[in-house]
């Protein structure tokens, strides 16, 4: 019995990892289609963020309707739309970071930096003790970050703050999801989330200059549909994932997604990333992994 227990545990967890990386190279095409749709074809950023996620948002339709109407019961829909609101903002501030030409290989490393603001946050205004270990962590991660970004170096530009803020914004994200599954199902998040998401992109679409229109001589629209669909799959992988196993063991995994957009980049771009992205990466991963290792050991 106990062997036939173990064998299902390391089915789940290779099926558990091999979702997640799937998902690490859908979202790796799907960075390098919106950064070529964006800064080589001309395609505004807020433009290009709409018509991905309401691709997305059609593809998922049959989710959607698997968590019925059931899902919108809810006591705090104010919480919902603020925490939809953020993660536009931060789809919105990384797309620019792409379009505005912030290499992939760095755009994805500041990305990572998400969890620390997670834990600052979480600190700050959801009162969860954090312990030091996971505050010297919290700064070796943005020590880390710090590498990548070089402020010092002569070729810095504003612009590779952007994927910075959406790392910020997407961390407040998470804090608001915290907070509503404390007393809302994960399914009602999910769906708000996926309903949500689309309007709010098109109300920022419409606000910024040029609203939703298309470059003259634009020919490009399979590239747009590829990274719909493909941010739909992306997603649907990760739940997969997190079905299988815990988010604790899925961690490693998730960071693949930094060697597979240098490799996306290298290949759409010929970009080669120099020896700072790994400095800096080894410090930010190897800072989340050990904040993975105390909470683990704390539970």
Known sequence: MSTSRSSTRASAAVVGASWMVFAGAAFAVTNSAMQYLTMVQGLSSTSATFWQYLISLV???PVIWRIGV?????EQLALHLFRVFLAALGVQFWVAGLANGVPIWQGIALLMTSPFFVTIGAAVFLREKASGQRWVATAVGFVGGMIILSPWDEAFQLVTFLPIIAALLWGSSI????????????QSVTLYLLLLLTPVNLVLALLAPGGLSIPEGMNMWWLIILAGLLGAIAQGSLAMAYEKVDAAYL????????????LCGFIVFSWVPPGNLWLGAALIIGASLYIVHVERERN
């Open 59 to 61: 593809a998922m339709v």
């Open 70 to 74: 059931d899902g919108l019961h809810t």
């Open 175 to 186: 804090l608001c999801m915290k907070k509503l599954e404390e007393s809302e199902s994960p």
């Open 251 to 262: 961690q490693p995994f998730d960071h693949l997604k930094l060697p597979l957009n240098v």
